[in-house]
């Protein structure tokens, strides 16, 4: 994923691993990414921004 980029609908945009299970975070709506705030293989914590976008 890139500044910049076009995403729709259902398009994964993570994937989070939560006690050992893959969990797709999947686009709700179609948008373009203005920035990737976590890098891969980073800790996140409950609704901390992944991912910022702007509506398409």
């Known amino acids: 994923m890139q500044e910049g980029q076009e995403i729709s609908v259902g398009t994964p945009v993570a994937i989070v691993e939560v006690m050992k299970l893959m969990n797709q975070v ?27 976008v702007d509506p398409s």
Not at 35 to 49: F, H
């Open 26 to 52: 999947l686009a709700e709506s179609a948008c373009t990414v203005r920035a990737v705030v976590v890098e891969n293989g980073a800790d996140v914590e409950r609704d901390q921004p992944i991912v910022y």
